[in-house]
């Protein structure tokens, strides 16, 4: 765990560095890491570029998130097959926070509020399944001005406190590129048996895809990163691959661009609000 002593979002957390990581805002992160004459190195990534071990720490810890979540997923849908089947794709809106408190360290942590649905022709797509909640976003909560979809969205979420951050999107599916749910069903002999992929997007325009394996293939997990994943340059975190851009499936990281844009509006429009009010009662 990396302790941190920034400024980010306009709050100060403790800890032994002093490196500031950027402004997370949705953007194309393959720009902001272009090498300065134009071109890529060989392996993808510009070595002379500024590396921020906090954004890398908050993309591990998504990753292992997404991963948990995942695998979890596989279990209750397999077990829930034949009684109440489960969709095979689930939603995941990431937060990071610093909770500390109580003389303990404050330090960035990654939480999540999910959401399963049940299994249903509607959601079997999930670029369908985003792109309702985006309409639903739109139409019915930011209408009114008010977005949180940890309480309008999600059917649990890890415990975090009231001031944690939107950090992005994560899809864990149950399709696999060898195989649909349906068929996977077929294969399987118990929960061990169930691989899974997710899809991540977040805030800083980093897209990580996760390919996880089941038993029969060792439980392998193949992750491709457009964002740095090693912590201390040079000094790998995990096994991953660079990637300049993840482009497939063009549909689903749209949707999720789209509905991370949702939330952060929904996070400002409540972050506005508490400020209002905080003047107010300055006043009076």
């Not at 049940?118 to 985006?134: G, K, T």
Request: charged residues 25%; hydrophobic residues 35%.
């Amino acid at each position: 765990m990396i302790f941190l002593m920034v400024t980010w979002g306009g709050r100060v957390f403790a800890g032994s560095s002093t490196t500031q990581p950027p402004e997370p805002t949705w953007h194309d992160y393959q720009q902001r890491h272009e090498a300065p004459n134009g071109r890529q190195q060989p392996n993808g990534r510009d070595h002379a570029a500024e590396h921020h071990p906090q954004w890398a720490e908050i993309r591990n810890q998504a990753l292992d998130r997404m991963q948990q979540m995942n695998a979890q997923h596989g279990f209750w849908a397999w077990e829930r097959r034949r009684s109440q089947p489960i969709g095979p794709h689930a939603l995941a809106f990431l937060y990071w926070d610093v909770p500390g408190g109580g003389g303990r360290p404050s330090h960035i942590v990654v939480a999540a509020a999910t959401r399963l649905v049940h299994d249903d022709p509607d959601v079997r797509d999930s670029h369908r399944l985003i792109y309702r909640l985006c309409q639903l976003a739109k139409d019915r909560y930011l209408r009114v001005g008010d977005f949180d979809p940890r309480k309008t969205m999600s059917n649990r979420a890890d415990s975090m406190s009231s001031d944690a951050l939107f950090l992005g999107i994560g899809v864990s599916t149950l399709d696999t590129p060898d195989n649909s749910w349906d068929q996977v069903q077929q294969k399987a002999t118990g929960p061990h048996q169930i691989p899974g992929r997710c899809f991540i997007a977040l805030r800083d325009g980093t897209k990580i895809l996760i390919d996880r394996e089941d038993d029969r293939r060792f439980g392998q997990v193949r992750v491709v990163s457009t964002g740095e994943l090693n912590v201390v340059r040079g000094n790998p975190s995990r096994l991953w691959k660079w990637a300049n851009s993840i482009d497939e499936p063009a549909a689903l990281w749209e949707h999720m661009r789209a509905l991370g844009e949702l939330c952060v509006q929904g996070e400002n429009l409540r972050q506005a609000k508490e400020t209002q009010r905080s003047t107010s009662h300055r006043r009076y």
